[in-house]
């Protein structure tokens, strides 16, 4: 599992809370437990990694609501519904707001850790990708203007000669270009700069 991944529980049933949080201590997880939504969202700014694990109904605010709420904040943890039978179709609902697993009640102890255990990895991956296109997005933006100009034609597939008859400047001038680039990205091969490229547009998608 990834290191410091906090598994937050959210469930009305103190009974409920109880047993699943020590489900999950006993698998090795550090557990936070929350009575309501609410209180979850109340205790965001202090919320570490990993990811969320809540009942589809709940007084005040479902798991829905939760849901339309963590988007509107920009709160990416992966969300995982735990739900009773009749309540089926609003775990489908949640599925198509972005949970990534629903639990009918009663759950096997596996299908739970399973589905936790592919949602922190998930979340895991996410969060290095993210640092990923950061890392590379300072660096274009620490480029000169010229230089955006060539890694474009570069990402293009231009060669030197039709990049450098497009920006009206020598071909010489652009093997400086490209060398400079190279450097500043900390690239060691035009396959590996194209890539940050690619990186950086995929990210934004």
């Known amino acids: 599992m990834a290191r410091d991944a906090v598994v ?4 009305d049933d103190d009974g409920v809370r109880r ?3 020590f489900l ?4 090795g997880y550090a557990v936070r437990v929350y009575e309501s939504a609410a ?3 109340e205790a965001l700014p202090t919320v570490q990694p990993g990811c969320i694990v809540t009942d589809v109904r709940m007084p005040e605010m ?3 609501e939760l849901q339309r709420q963590l988007k509107q904040r920009g709160i990416g943890l992966p969300v995982i519904v735990v739900t009773g039978h009749g309540d089926v179709p ?4 949640a599925m198509k707001a972005g949970a990534i697993d629903f639990i009918e009640k009663p759950f096997n102890d596996e299908k739970l850790l399973s589905a936790i255990r592919i ?3 998930r979340h895991s991956r996410d969060a290095s990708r993210e640092d990923e296109i950061a890392a590379i997005r300072a660096k274009i933006d620490a480029l000169s203007p010229r230089e955006r100009e060539v890694l474009d034609g570069l990402v293009a597939g231009l060669p030197n000669k039709t990049i450098a008859y497009d920006l009206k400047i020598s071909a010489r001038t652009v093997e400086v270009h490209r060398a400079n680039l190279m450097a500043r990205m900390g690239a060691g091969s035009l396959a590996e700069l194209v890539r940050m490229a690619f990186v950086i547009r995929s990210g934004l998608r």
């Open 8 to 11: 937050h529980l959210i469930d």
């Open 19 to 21: 047993a699943v949080a």
């Open 24 to 27: 999950l201590t006993t698998s």
């Open 39 to 41: 209180a979850f969202l």
């Open 62 to 64: 479902d798991g829905l």
């Open 90 to 93: 609003l775990a489908v609902e």
């Open 119 to 121: 949602a922190i990895d």
